[in-house]
């Protein structure tokens, strides 16, 4: 898939046990930038399989860092700490105005919305 935009930012969330909490504090003096995830979305796609992904996964294609480093002129991570409780993009691309067209594709029924 081909990320069209990038839309936030966020500092990625530790998982695992407290033993590699630990582990992770000792790291500190990693570059902070490999801990940032980036929302994006995907060309072709609806905002519904908008995704969090690391800076690799853009890295990794064609144009992606022109992408990352756009973003970043534009925005930093620091301006997102105070939306991370608001939603980044209005919930009304999410919802179907209406039904184009249908048709069947590979035994199932699949629709062409707005």
Known sequence: MIVESIIACRYA?????????????????????????????????????????TRDVIENESGGKSKLQRFHNKFDAESFAHILDEEYFPPDYCEVDRILDSSVYNNRRCFLVK
């Not at 995907?42 to 969090?52: G, I, M, N, P, T």
């Open 13 to 53: 969330k530790p998982d695992g046990d407290e033993n590699e909490a630990a582990a992770n504090k000792e790291k500190d003096e990693e570059d902070e930038s490999s801990k940032l995830e980036y929302l994006v979305k995907y060309k072709e796609k609806s905002y519904l399989h908008v995704q969090w992904v």
